[in-house]
């Protein structure tokens, strides 16, 4: 009998296609933190026996990659998971491999999903909207099989110059189907910066409307599903447990828009979390939503440091145009409420808003001096295609047409400002904005040294500040030197690759 199962393995592999006439190269822009995203595409990829490598975007080395996988593969499928602020440079980025070498260009993610129509883009063969786990593994499956791409849902697919717009598939409602993301991928082979580290999505999908986001968009793209889930907690205690005893993990991030969303997953989560993993983690919440409860619970399953999205410190700004209906005195309770608990404390902020100008950016330092978070996650607002708050600006004339690199990325269509004086300002404000929150007796100085050329300078203590945030999230010094080496590593590739040198203010 052993014989017969033997002759008849070797009979079906024989007469089965091969998997190695495809290979997918996926560009990522940085190593030095995970992409979820790829990484479950690659982890659905690699069950079904499909290869997969990522690259960073830098035009020599895919050279050097693509001369080798088209003399190896006879499909090569090169993917770009696309936000808006980088979908200038890598479609040119495409455009420019396209003239040396025969592959097909897959576009995914933000910018895809909510502008499909940069299929008509050259040199982009194929644009995927919303998830894209089964309509890679359908169409993978036909290239080798040989059969008909034209048809599969999600995808917009140009072939001869004609655009096959095809229909948008059901989501995918049970997650835990999925199978973990494919951490190997930033892992191994020298790729990543900080395998200490793990990034996890407990679910997809966010209820909130603000104008910025894509949330509210995504909802009336799929109008006919509800567009929420979350995995069991088992499943995510799972997927930790895993990726720690392979790699040694040191810190969680749960990236969702509310960890504390559901009191009930969060309850069981509490404690299984702080039976199984027990390092600390880090979660986001909604100042709407938090109560003293949520907050303990939070606590004692090892949560220790806390997001929370004050986003403008100016109160109407935050209601009329962010479209975020939080209060000033629900921001400063919910900060009081978390450093209650001893759990630090970053807030996120967006500086350059349509419709605001530097003083609005200067309520929301004042507000951040007020919550005294332990660290000040700053960002520049981009505006997206698809977006409410895209639509505001360009009816005000608030778009900037065009295109600028700064702090590693091109803003795809940044706020107009009023001067380049005020530009400069709220560039340089973002670099200095946790200094003056941890001193805020140089408040009364923001303006004059806002002013000073001295951009280099500024993005330094910007850095610097990001570096104490992450040791002290960590509640240990286990791994310090390493952890040193890291940042240095990092603080080194940004200057190297002048992603962290200002050029927005010239």
């Known amino acids: 009998m052993k014989y017969l199962i033997y002759f008849l393995g070797v009979f079906f592999v024989t ?29 659905c990829l690699r069950q079904q026996g499909f290869p997969v490598r990522i690259a960073l975007p830098h035009f020599q080395t895919l050279k050097e990659r693509l001369t080798i996988l088209t003399k190896t593969y006879r499909t090569v499928v090169v993917g770009y998971s696309l936000p808006t602020v980088f979908a200038h440079s890598f479609i040119h980025l495409n455009q420019e491999l396209k003239k040396n070498f025969n592959f097909i260009s897959l576009f995914g993610g933000p910018h895809p999903t909510f502008y499909p129509q940069m299929i008509n883009e050259e040199a982009v063969d194929i644009v995927c909207i919303g998830e894209g786990e089964y309509p890679l593994l359908e169409f993978a499956r036909a290239i080798v099989d040989k059969t008909a791409i034209e048809r599969i849902r999600n995808l917009w697919i140009k072939k001869r110059r004609v655009i096959y717009r095809n229909e948008l598939r059901p989501l995918i409602n049970d997650l835990s189907s999925l199978p973990f993301p494919d951490r190997a991928l930033f892992r191994e082979g020298g790729n990543g910066s900080n395998h200490h580290n793990m990034i996890v999505m407990t679910g997809r999908g966010c209820p909130f409307s603000c104008s910025y986001c894509f949330g509210k968009v995504l909802r009336n793209l799929y109008k006919n599903y509800s567009y929420y889930g979350r995995r069991p907690v088992n499943h995510v ?162 778009l900037d047409e065009s ?58 203590i910007y850095i610097f500040f990001e570096g104490c945030a992450t040791f002290s999230y960590k509640r240990s010094c286990k791994g310090f030197m390493k952890r040193t080496l890291i940042h240095v590593r990092i603080l080194r590739n940004r200057l190297k690759d002048n992603e962290g040198i200002n050029h927005y203010s010239k």
Request: a neutral charge; aromatic letters at 12%.
């Open 237 to 398: 205690v799972a997927e930790i447990r895993e990726c720690a005893m392979t790699y040694g993990i040191q810190f969680v991030s749960f990236v969702d828009s509310n960890f504390i969303a559901d009191k009930t997953w969060l309850l069981e989560f509490s404690e299984a979390y702080r039976k199984e993993i027990n390092v600390p983690f880090y979660c986001n919440v909604h100042p709407n939503d938090i109560n003293d409860e949520e907050i303990a619970l939070l606590s004692r399953s090892g949560c220790s440091v806390i997001g929370l999205g004050i986003e403008c410190g100016d109160e109407k700004v935050r209601f009329e145009i962010l479209k975020r209906p939080v209060k000033d005195a629900t921001l400063l309770n919910a900060a009081k409420l978390i450093k209650r608990y001893n759990i630090k404390l970053a807030t996120s902020n967006i500086l350059g808003i349509p419709g605001a100008d530097i003083k609005s950016d200067l309520l929301t330092l004042k507000m951040n001096i007020g919550c005294n978070p332990d660290y000040a996650m700053t960002y520049m607002m981009s505006l997206h295609p698809g977006t409410e708050i895209y639509n505001f600006a360009s009816k005000n004339h608030e």
């Open 403 to 460: 295109p600028v690199y700064y702090n590693g990325v091109h803003w795809a269509r940044p706020k107009k400002f009023r001067s380049s004086e005020e530009k400069k300002m709220t560039v340089n404000l973002q670099n200095l904005f946790n200094l003056f929150v941890k001193i805020p007796a140089l408040y009364p100085l923001v303006g004059f040294l806002a002013r000073l050329p001295l951009e280099k300078l500024y993005y330094l």
């Open 15 to 43: 007469i089965s296609p091969t998997m190695d006439d495809i290979i997918f190269l996926f560009v990522v822009n940085t190593f030095e933190r995970e992409h979820l995203g790829v990484m479950q595409l690659s982890a």
